[in-house]
Protein backbone atom coordinates (compact mmCIF):
# COMPACT_ATOMS: atom_id res chain seq x y z
CA UNK A 1 0.00 0.00 0.00
CA UNK A 2 1.26 3.48 -0.68
CA UNK A 3 -0.06 6.68 -0.75
CA UNK A 4 0.14 8.17 -4.16
CA UNK A 5 1.36 11.71 -5.19
CA UNK A 6 -1.90 13.89 -6.73
CA UNK A 7 -1.24 16.60 -9.50
CA UNK A 8 -2.44 19.91 -8.86
CA UNK A 9 -3.68 22.77 -11.24
CA UNK A 10 -1.77 24.06 -13.15
CA UNK A 11 0.38 20.50 -14.24
CA UNK A 12 -0.53 19.85 -17.68
CA UNK A 13 -0.81 16.22 -17.24
CA UNK A 14 -4.04 16.95 -15.62
CA UNK A 15 -5.31 17.84 -19.68
CA UNK A 16 -4.63 15.04 -21.12
CA UNK A 17 -6.95 12.00 -22.27
CA UNK A 18 -6.43 8.77 -20.93
CA UNK A 19 -6.85 5.86 -22.52
CA UNK A 20 -9.06 2.89 -21.83
CA UNK A 21 -8.13 0.08 -19.93
CA UNK A 22 -7.40 -3.21 -21.63
CA UNK A 23 -7.20 -6.10 -19.43
CA UNK A 24 -7.73 -5.83 -15.30
CA UNK A 25 -4.15 -7.36 -14.26
CA UNK A 26 -2.98 -7.27 -10.37
CA UNK A 27 -1.13 -4.00 -11.50
CA UNK A 28 -4.44 -2.45 -11.97
CA UNK A 29 -5.68 -3.79 -8.53
CA UNK A 30 -2.81 -2.47 -7.09
CA UNK A 31 -3.35 0.66 -8.59
CA UNK A 32 -6.90 0.61 -6.76
CA UNK A 33 -6.05 -0.09 -3.53
CA UNK A 34 -3.35 2.44 -3.79
CA UNK A 35 -5.95 5.13 -4.88
CA UNK A 36 -8.43 4.63 -2.75
CA UNK A 37 -5.65 4.59 0.27
CA UNK A 38 -4.56 7.88 -1.45
CA UNK A 39 -8.35 9.17 -1.91
CA UNK A 40 -9.60 8.29 1.85
CA UNK A 41 -6.28 10.10 3.55
CA UNK A 42 -7.20 13.26 1.50
CA UNK A 43 -9.95 12.50 2.32
CA UNK A 44 -12.27 13.00 -0.87
CA UNK A 45 -15.34 11.94 -2.34
CA UNK A 46 -13.35 10.65 -5.66
CA UNK A 47 -10.04 10.42 -7.02
CA UNK A 48 -9.31 9.46 -11.38
CA UNK A 49 -6.19 7.92 -12.42
CA UNK A 50 -5.28 10.85 -14.26
CA UNK A 51 -4.97 12.59 -10.59
CA UNK A 52 -2.29 10.46 -9.74
CA UNK A 53 -0.36 10.38 -13.39
CA UNK A 54 -1.87 7.35 -14.08
CA UNK A 55 -3.56 8.01 -17.93
CA UNK A 56 -5.95 5.69 -17.86
CA UNK A 57 -10.32 5.78 -17.86
CA UNK A 58 -10.15 4.67 -14.22
CA UNK A 59 -12.05 6.37 -11.24
CA UNK A 60 -12.90 5.47 -7.63
CA UNK A 61 -15.62 6.53 -5.75
CA UNK A 62 -17.02 6.41 -2.01
CA UNK A 63 -19.87 8.95 -1.62
CA UNK A 64 -20.94 7.19 2.08
CA UNK A 65 -16.96 7.28 3.58
CA UNK A 66 -17.05 10.99 5.53
CA UNK A 67 -20.83 11.11 6.10
CA UNK A 68 -21.78 8.05 7.62
CA UNK A 69 -20.85 7.94 11.66
CA UNK A 70 -20.36 4.27 11.95
CA UNK A 71 -17.32 4.90 9.59
CA UNK A 72 -18.74 2.33 6.73
CA UNK A 73 -17.63 2.91 3.41
CA UNK A 74 -18.73 1.87 -0.11
CA UNK A 75 -15.91 2.64 -2.47
CA UNK A 76 -16.79 2.08 -6.11
CA UNK A 77 -14.42 1.70 -8.60
CA UNK A 78 -15.28 2.91 -12.51
CA UNK A 79 -13.20 1.12 -15.49
CA UNK A 80 -13.71 2.56 -18.84
CA UNK A 81 -17.49 4.35 -17.59
CA UNK A 82 -19.12 5.96 -20.13
CA UNK A 83 -22.31 8.41 -19.89
CA UNK A 84 -24.99 7.46 -22.12
CA UNK A 85 -27.59 9.62 -21.24
CA UNK A 86 -28.12 12.59 -19.35
CA UNK A 87 -31.31 14.99 -18.09
CA UNK A 88 -32.41 17.83 -16.06
CA UNK A 89 -30.06 20.18 -14.07
CA UNK A 90 -28.09 20.80 -10.76
CA UNK A 91 -26.05 23.32 -9.53
CA UNK A 92 -24.09 22.60 -6.33
CA UNK A 93 -20.37 23.25 -4.90
CA UNK A 94 -17.65 21.48 -5.89
CA UNK A 95 -14.26 21.30 -4.71
CA UNK A 96 -11.43 18.74 -5.97
CA UNK A 97 -8.16 17.38 -4.45
CA UNK A 98 -6.38 19.05 -7.65
CA UNK A 99 -7.83 22.09 -7.37
CA UNK A 100 -5.84 23.49 -4.32
CA UNK A 101 -8.06 25.42 -1.64
CA UNK A 102 -11.20 26.14 -4.09
CA UNK A 103 -14.54 25.32 -3.97
CA UNK A 104 -17.49 26.95 -6.33
CA UNK A 105 -20.87 25.91 -7.69
CA UNK A 106 -21.02 23.95 -10.77
CA UNK A 107 -23.79 23.22 -13.20
CA UNK A 108 -24.28 19.45 -14.11
CA UNK A 109 -27.25 17.50 -15.29
CA UNK A 110 -29.47 15.94 -12.54
CA UNK A 111 -29.75 12.50 -13.98
CA UNK A 112 -27.33 10.11 -15.97
CA UNK A 113 -27.21 6.76 -17.44
CA UNK A 114 -23.91 5.09 -16.75
CA UNK A 115 -22.35 1.84 -18.48
CA UNK A 116 -18.74 0.91 -16.56
CA UNK A 117 -16.18 -2.04 -16.34
CA UNK A 118 -16.11 -3.29 -12.44
CA UNK A 119 -13.25 -4.45 -10.73
CA UNK A 120 -14.58 -8.15 -11.43
CA UNK A 121 -14.00 -7.50 -15.65
CA UNK A 122 -18.27 -7.21 -15.94
CA UNK A 123 -19.51 -4.34 -17.53
CA UNK A 124 -22.78 -3.12 -15.64
CA UNK A 125 -25.55 0.17 -16.24
CA UNK A 126 -27.12 2.27 -13.80
CA UNK A 127 -28.80 5.01 -13.29
CA UNK A 128 -27.59 8.30 -10.86
CA UNK A 129 -28.97 10.96 -10.00
CA UNK A 130 -28.08 14.34 -7.40
CA UNK A 131 -25.37 14.43 -5.46
CA UNK A 132 -23.74 10.92 -6.48
CA UNK A 133 -24.79 11.78 -10.19
CA UNK A 134 -22.44 15.11 -9.38
CA UNK A 135 -19.82 13.31 -8.33
CA UNK A 136 -19.19 11.06 -11.19
CA UNK A 137 -19.71 13.56 -13.81
CA UNK A 138 -16.69 15.02 -11.67
CA UNK A 139 -14.52 12.30 -11.73
CA UNK A 140 -15.33 11.14 -15.34
CA UNK A 141 -14.91 14.70 -17.06
CA UNK A 142 -11.04 14.32 -15.34
CA UNK A 143 -10.45 11.24 -17.76
CA UNK A 144 -11.15 13.58 -20.12
CA UNK A 145 -8.22 16.38 -18.97
CA UNK A 146 -11.36 18.52 -17.71
CA UNK A 147 -11.54 20.38 -14.28
CA UNK A 148 -14.64 21.50 -12.66
CA UNK A 149 -13.08 25.15 -12.78
CA UNK A 150 -13.33 24.47 -16.94
CA UNK A 151 -16.78 24.93 -15.90
CA UNK A 152 -17.33 28.29 -13.82
CA UNK A 153 -17.82 31.34 -15.00
CA UNK A 154 -14.53 33.38 -16.61
CA UNK A 155 -14.90 35.82 -13.98
CA UNK A 156 -14.93 33.56 -10.82
CA UNK A 157 -11.83 31.51 -13.01
CA UNK A 158 -9.43 34.57 -13.15
CA UNK A 159 -10.18 35.16 -9.46
CA UNK A 160 -9.12 32.02 -8.49
CA UNK A 161 -6.17 31.87 -10.49
CA UNK A 162 -5.29 35.09 -9.02
CA UNK A 163 -5.55 33.44 -5.61
CA UNK A 164 -3.53 30.26 -6.57
CA UNK A 165 -0.65 32.64 -7.61
CA UNK A 166 -1.12 34.51 -3.84
CA UNK A 167 -0.45 30.81 -2.08
CA UNK A 168 2.18 29.37 -4.57
CA UNK A 169 4.49 32.81 -4.15
CA UNK A 170 3.67 32.63 -0.30
CA UNK A 171 5.08 29.45 -0.41
CA UNK A 172 8.02 29.99 -2.58
CA UNK A 173 9.32 32.72 -0.23
CA UNK A 174 8.06 30.84 2.97
ZN1 LIG B 1 -11.50 16.32 -9.14
Redesign the pocket.
Known amino acids: MALLPILTYPNKRLRETSKPVAEITDEIRQLVKDMAETMYDAPGV?L?AP?VVVLLRLALVDVVAGYNEEGERDLQVFINPEILEAEGEQVGEEG????REYAAPVKRAMRIKVRTMNLDGETIEFEAEEFYARVLQ??FD?LDGR??IDRISTLRRSLYKKKLKKILASEKNG
Open positions: GAQCLSVHEHLF
